[in-house]
């Protein structure tokens, strides 16, 4: 008999929870932030056996500690600011200094932290933190559930499913997007090829045209998988018409909704993140470590915007190369 999949269960709602946080242009982020704080503070406590309580429920805003453990002595910051200067500035805030027999541990809710466990940090007041232990995101944290005991994986995807509930969730439908990034997953992307199907100059006109000055960066990483984009799509609507449409449709569509409240790199970004969530949310969605998925959407959504899919066109563009 099968074991059942409670990892799975519980890195999809994870992953869930850190697209939304990923997405600074909702108006109600800092909503948000605090909500995930609030799980965080229970979720800490059922996945490592710690007695977190909640230092802002005493004293709003506490700079540099969100959450405390009095028993194991740590002191906790939860954010999704992952940077170098955020944990220097909280490890520099004269708070800390009243906690110096403590350890800090800095729990990073959007992303991935593993090239913050390798730098080193100004720490004024000494207070014991060690990078490499003491950083702790949503990918450690899955490998520390993952090699739990069964038992204690059905108690925290229990805890995770009361509490990180989807918009769609039990029932959640099928969409060609989930599938063709199933097949992108499978893709080698470091393998590189030509770009011998775009013309990089008309490109260019239409990022300025459309002042994408962060985004200029991601679009011109992923053009260069334009031609390998158009092939797999041809593939995926040997399976059936419309398949290749309904995908670049419901890119479309999440741009056109976000169109009326955002503009430039906002409205780029916002897509990026909503076609992460339908994605999420679909129930022929095989769960992929999340950077990947990120990559995959980043790649489809580049090739929307190179089809003329989203975004204003600048006169007589023509990405096509001659």
């Known amino acids: ?19 939304r ?26 996945v490592y056996g710690w007695v977190v309580t909640n230092e802002n429920d005493n004293k709003q805003n506490v700079e540099a ?3 405390i453990d009095h028993s194991n002595k740590f002191v906790i910051q939860v954010s999704a600011t992952s940077t170098k200067q955020k944990i220097e500035s909280s490890l520099s805030k004269e708070l800390i200094s009243n906690y110096v027999v403590y350890t800090f541990k800095f729990v990073s809710i959007a992303r991935d932290a593993d090239n913050l466990r390798k730098d080193t940090y ?3 007041y000494k207070i014991k933190f060690t990078p490499s232990a003491d950083i702790i995101d949503k990918n450690s944290i899955l490998s520390k559930i993952r090699g739990l005991h069964i038992d204690d994986q059905e108690r925290i995807y229990k805890f995770v499913k009361k509490e990180l509930v989807t918009d769609v969730d039990p029932m ?27 013309n990089s100059f008309e490109i260019d006109r239409k990022i300025s045209h459309n002042n994408l000055n962060a985004a200029k960066d991601i679009i011109s990483d992923y053009m260069v998988h334009y031609g390998r984009v158009d092939k797999i799509y041809t593939a995926f609507d040997s399976q059936g018409s419309n398949k290749s449409s309904s995908v670049l449709s419901t890119i479309r569509q999440e741009y056109a909704k976000a169109k009326s409240k955002l503009n430039d790199d906002q409205l780029f970004f916002e897509v990026i993140s909503k076609v992460q969530e339908k994605i999420l949310n679909s129930s022929n969605y095989t769960s992929i470590p999340f950077d990947e998925l990120e990559l995959c959407v980043n790649i ?5 915007f190179i089809r003329c899919k989203i975004f204003e066109n600048p006169d007589n563009y023509n990405y096509a190369t001659t």
Request: no cysteine; glycine share 2%; charged share 25%.
């Open 300 to 304: 489809l959504v580049v090739d929307a």
């Open 122 to 124: 100004k720490n004024p």
């Open 65 to 67: 500690i969100d959450l």
């Open 21 to 46: 946080i990923s997405s600074r242009s909702r108006l109600n982020i800092l909503d948000l932030h605090g909500h995930s704080e609030n799980f965080y503070q229970y979720f800490l406590n059922e």
């Open 172 to 198: 959640k439908l099928e969409s060609n997007l989930a599938a063709v990034i199933n097949i992108l997953s499978k893709e080698d992307w470091d393998k590189s090829e030509p770009i011998t199907s775009v």
């Open 1 to 19: 008999m099968n074991r059942p999949n409670y990892f799975n269960v519980i890195e999809d709602r994870l992953n869930h929870l850190a697209v």
